[in-house]
């Protein structure tokens, strides 16, 4: 279902309005992790000030350790409704396991399916069968095949609506958090309809290569950019040091649009 011999034209994922896998690139953008009421509400307007349309936050958190920051889970994903009740903003939240599917259901636009849960088929299916827009993120070590399987088990409940996200996997170098793989968005492009963009965030772990990998994915042709930003990166709970300030932010923005009119 997911495959390019299924369907010959670019699927558009819609949320409310915004378009993804259309003309524009979509910049998805907001912290790591919702923390508290300010931090959320002035990440989500500043990145909404300098142009992002998505606003992302997570509320349960997949962390390395059990004793890092978790999340706020239901009050954060209230926080997550809220700012975008102001601002306008969709939202894109991760959900862990079923029960925090059914909660994140209930308060945000798109579902996202982390790394670490890419072949949780069983939750796949319930993502599925919620027919909610889903953001569907390659395993730390997942072969393209095995991503595009993963869309195949969301897809073949009925929900259409999966754009995948590339975010780096696990190789030998270790000079960066993960291996951008770069080269999977026209691989993925050639092999499937589905809408792909790319998390340089999660995929270089370091706020300074952030900007040359976004522009370098938008180059590839990208859909759109998953950007880890935090009103104060320093102090964040979880991801600080790829975390870019507002003003990153809003400078690596104005960049994209040249190499958008560019490519
Ligand atoms: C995230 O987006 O915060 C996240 C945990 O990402 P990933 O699943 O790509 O590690
Ligand atoms: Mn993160």
Known sequence: LVSRESKGQNSLVKVKDVVIGGDDIVVIAGPCAVENREQLLTAARMVRQAGAVVLRGGAFKPRTSPYSFQGLEEEGLKLLAEASAETGLVTVTEIIDEASLELALEYVDIIQVGARNMQNFRLLRAVGRSGKPVLLKRGLSATIEEWLMAAEYVVSE?????VLCERGIRTYEIATRNTLDLSAVPVVKGQSHLPVIVDPSHA?????????????AVAAGADGLLIEVHPEPDK????????????DFSSLMAELRKVATAV
């Open 158 to 162: 009925g929900n259409e609506n999966v």
């Open 204 to 216: 270089t772990g370091e706020r300074k290569l952030v900007a040359p990998m976004a522009r370098a």
């Open 236 to 247: 964040a709970l979880s991801d600080g040091p790829q975390s870019l300030t507002p003003e």
